[in-house]
């Protein structure tokens, strides 16, 4: 299944050349055409790796990386799939599909978790595009350049601004304003670039971001991190691009300067470490001295067997990574399609957690990323005859909420942090006793945004860094 062909050369498929792939024809007419009309809506992006390495063709639609990649048409309410459907194949009223797109877009919730108006930093009352600043130690870093990525994840919801950005130019602008903003907060330890993808980028480009990180008033920071999932979707960006020798001498250099270089890999199944091509990737990244972290949302229709999760936690550690964070998939985007309880999750992440060594359980979730922070599902328990779901915060916006234990009732339905109750009928949980941002120690700095055009890549940070 999986001989070593991959192309030397990377091409993406989108909607509009979709049909020239060899593949289309394997799919049936129901299936192209949901491509066609959901791709409107939700971000298509293919290649020939994924397509030729990592679905198996013989069960689409159900093959996890197909339901991955490709739009189909349940990710849409059905009445909104009619009328699109309608509008793009008989009407071609491209007037009409811009409003019911965008219709449907904001039904989806486009930008949970504040991230419009919150985390964006400020210097001399300016909102710093491109940065994200929500918990204390790790300033979060979206490169304009980098705000594409190999392959798109139907789950992650983004506008399409992203179309045409590919060749968006290195912004010197940028990184001046980071490290200025990180001179000035000598408490900041960890840089992670995200997007979209940094390793959209060729190795000229994401030089220039990161070796001003290297200089001697940045000693503070001691991790430089790249949220990626090109390990997964294009691992030849690490084996045998033009510039892949470049980029491990890079991350070379970092390791040199006495910093961690580390990879935040972004990994949704266990086929996607299957090939020879990707366990090679993974071994050059660590052969650097680098470090590489395993984290990915759980999704369902496409990750749903724990044991999947058990097979690439114990194949990453075979090669060499780590596995860091399983997610909860947010509230955005076609989250009806994607979403599972928080009850199952839990049992999915106990059950893959179970099987697996403890070298392996380095991983923590089923984590999910909301306001007030990250906050991960430890288990169900009973408490005086009321059966209760038990969770702590591993990251949040105030630093005196990790690792405390909290409890909600239990809910066999809720998918997200914001369907919880408190238990005991109590009216509040404790962090949301603070009424306003006024005690979060960043908040002279979380300002609303009023037009955050950087904003729709931070949607994807649910799988790269969870934003
Ligand atoms: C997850 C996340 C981080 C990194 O958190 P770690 O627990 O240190 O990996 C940083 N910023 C934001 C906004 C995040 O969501
Ligand atoms: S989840 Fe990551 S790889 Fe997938 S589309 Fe979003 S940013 Fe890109």
Known sequence: MTTDTAPARFKPYTRQTISQARQWQWMPADLQEAVQVVSHVLPFRANEYVMEQLIDWSNIPDDPIYRLVFPHR??????????????????????????????????????????????????????????????????????????????????????????GMDDMKFDARETTELVAYLKTHQDVTDVLITGGDPLIMNTRSLTEFIEPLLAPELAHIQNIRLGTKSVAYWPQRFVSDKDSDDLLRLFERVVKAGKNLAIMGHYSHAVELRNEMAQRAVKRIVSTGATLRMQGPLIRHINEDPRSWAELWTTGVRLGAIPYYMFVERDTGPSEYFSLPLARAHEIFQAAYQMVSGLSRTVRGPSMSAFPGKVVIDGVVSINGEKLFALQFLQARNPDWVRKPFFARFDPDATWLDHLVPAFGKQKFFFESDEDDGHHPLAAKVIPISVAQRAQGKSCDNAHTAA
């Open 74 to 163: 349940d990710m849409l309410h059905a009445g909104e799939y009619e009328t699109l459907r309608d509008l793009v194949l008989f009407k071609k009223d491209d007037a009409a599909i811009a409003k019911a797109v965008h219709a449907i877009r904001m039904r989806m919730n486009p930008h949970p978790a504040g991230q419009m108006t919150h985390n964006v930093p400020r210097v001399n009352d300016a909102p710093l595009k491109g940065l994200q600043h929500k918990y204390k130690e790790t300033v979060l870093f979206f490169p304009s350049s980098g705000q594409t990525c190999h392959a798109y994840c139907t789950f992650c919801f983004r506008w399409p601004q992203f179309v």
